[in-house]
């Protein structure tokens, strides 16, 4: 079985034939560079992100904020209603950690920006 990507690394945007067998990839082409190769394997192993988003503070104001590093996609759901539960108070910093390990997933989720 053969999947196509594109892979999301940098602007160039690979074309990216990944061959698939025995659960596992067996094969990569069309990658300018080896973070083609490694994009590609983890997308159809092991799908992840960096999950980007807003959390409501408490004064109700919004607070960009990010995972400090990709997630499982299958984990995005969990962790944005950790987000909504979070009502973080000002004073934020930017890279403040508001969770550790947030929903299990090892990942920090941290201020994006900085709230007063
Ligand atoms: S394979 Fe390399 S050059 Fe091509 S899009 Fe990915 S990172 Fe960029």
């Known amino acids: 079985m053969a999947v196509n990507l594109i892979c999301i690394e940098c602007p160039r945007g690979c074309e990216l034939r ?13 990658n300018f560079c080896p ?4 994009y590609a394997e983890t997308e159809c ?3 992840t992100r960096v999950l ?6 408490a004064d109700g104001r919004m607070l960009p904020v ?3 590093r990709p997630i499982a996609k299958d984990k995005l759901f969990s962790v944005m209603a950790a987000v909504n539960r979070l009502l973080p108070a000002p004073p934020v910093v930017i890279g403040q950690i508001l969770a550790e390990n947030i929903s299990g997933t090892g990942a ?3 201020a994006a920006a900085a709230k007063n």
């Open 108 to 110: 920090n989720l941290v």
């Open 18 to 30: 990944v061959e698939i067998a025995d659960g596992g990839v067996s094969g990569v082409t069309g």
């Open 45 to 47: 192993v092991r799908p």
């Open 35 to 38: 973070k083609g190769k490694l």
């Open 66 to 68: 990010k995972t400090a």
């Open 52 to 57: 980007t988003t807003t959390a409501r503070m």
